[in-house]
């Protein structure tokens, strides 16, 4: 059985209904801190659920005889950096939690999401590869630079079969962003659609690597099918996907809505942006787990309005 945590974020809503789909509703417990929307509601169990309550977490462990746990609550890099002590707490403590009921052989497997954050002002920026200067300037890349330390440490001392992936900026039409960095890649998209124009909080050069969120899905399910013994990565898998800045998207947007319009007022969130990479190089991903995005940005721009439209 699958415990998911953070289940109503951005990404564990459409992981979770993936992973119903592909294991059966009663197989996948739904928990967060607050509730999710109806069809992640109505399609199998849920739990409110703390993510850094231990005992809670080891209730629901035993109660549903969960075996794979998938920790998808965070805070990400935009809100960490308004309450840096609360993002630190939420997304270390979360981590012990789960790595410990693994240490404990309560769990037998583990997922947890690490990021392009962990990158910084002096990591090599196009085409950063797996291993490499890692410097983050934000609480989010910090906790989870962090974070994947703890991860190989876990591994190697106790044999925590614990497997994570350094997700680049998602995009889906299914779930709201979360705070991040990134999320104008998202709200471009509903306003383009509803307005004809968009405001972006990044400049119109800032490359950042992104991702359809199908591929990330897809990415995760098969990380975590993997033969353990064809991972050679401990920490976290980069992956890449595709790249863009703020003016690409929108020449990939006015193809479909030709009126369409941005303008550029960057906020706090540019000097974020600017300490991480424009492209990322996930060949090690290929390597392991025969890892390859199917959307690219045109592919992806359609497929997000479409989905829109289609709400
Ligand atoms: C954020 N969407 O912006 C997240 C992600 C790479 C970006 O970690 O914080």
Redesign the pocket.
């Known amino acids: 059985k699958i415990l998911i945590i953070g289940a109503c974020g951005?990404i564990g809503t459409e992981l979770t209904l993936t992973l119903r789909e592909k294991f059966g509703n009663e197989n996948v417990v739904a928990s967060d801190i607050r509730e999710g929307n109806e069809q992640l509601m109505q399609t199998g169990p849920f739990e409110i659920l703390d993510a850094t309550n231990y005992k809670a977490i080891e209730d629901i462990v035993m109660h549903y005889e969960i075996d794979e746990v998938y920790l998808m609550a965070a805070m990400?890099?935009?809100t960490a950096e308004k309450f840096p002590m609360r993002g630190w707490e939420l997304n270390m403590n979360s981590l012990f939690n789960v790595l410990n009921l693994a240490k404990d052989k309560k769990i037998s497997k583990l997922f947890w999401p690490s990021?392009?954050?962990v990158f910084g002002p002096t990591t090599p920026k196009l085409n950063t590869p797996q291993t490499t200067v890692m410097e983050p300037t934000t609480v989010?890349g910090i906790s989870?630079q962090t974070g994947e330390r703890w991860c190989e440490y876990y591994h190697e001392k106790y044999g925590v079969d614990v497997r994570s992936i350094r997700?680049?900026?998602?995009i889906s039409y299914k779930t709201a962003?979360?705070?991040?960095?990134?999320?104008y890649a998202v709200e471009i998209f509903h306003e383009a659609l509803n307005k004809q124009s968009y405001t972006s909080f990044l400049s119109e050069d800032t490359a950042?690597?992104m991702m359809f969120m199908d591929d990330a899905i897809e990415a995760t399910i098969r990380l975590m099918d993997a033969d353990k013994e064809s991972l050679s990565i401990k920490s976290s898998y980069n992956l890449g996907g595709i790249s863009f800045t703020p003016k690409e998207i929108a020449e990939s947007i006015k193809k479909h809505i030709p009126n369409f319009k941005i303008d550029y007022a960057p906020d706090f969130r540019q000097a974020?942006a600017d300490s991480?990479p424009s492209s990322i190089d996930d060949s090690q991903a290929q390597k392991d787990w025969g890892w390859k995005h199917q959307f690219d940005l045109g592919k992806m721009t359609k497929a997000m309005l479409e989905g829109l439209r289609n709400l």
Do not use: N, R, V
């Open positions: 951005q990400l890099s935009a990021s392009i954050a989010y989870k997700y680049p900026g998602l962003p979360g705070g991040g960095t990134t999320d950042l690597p974020i991480w």
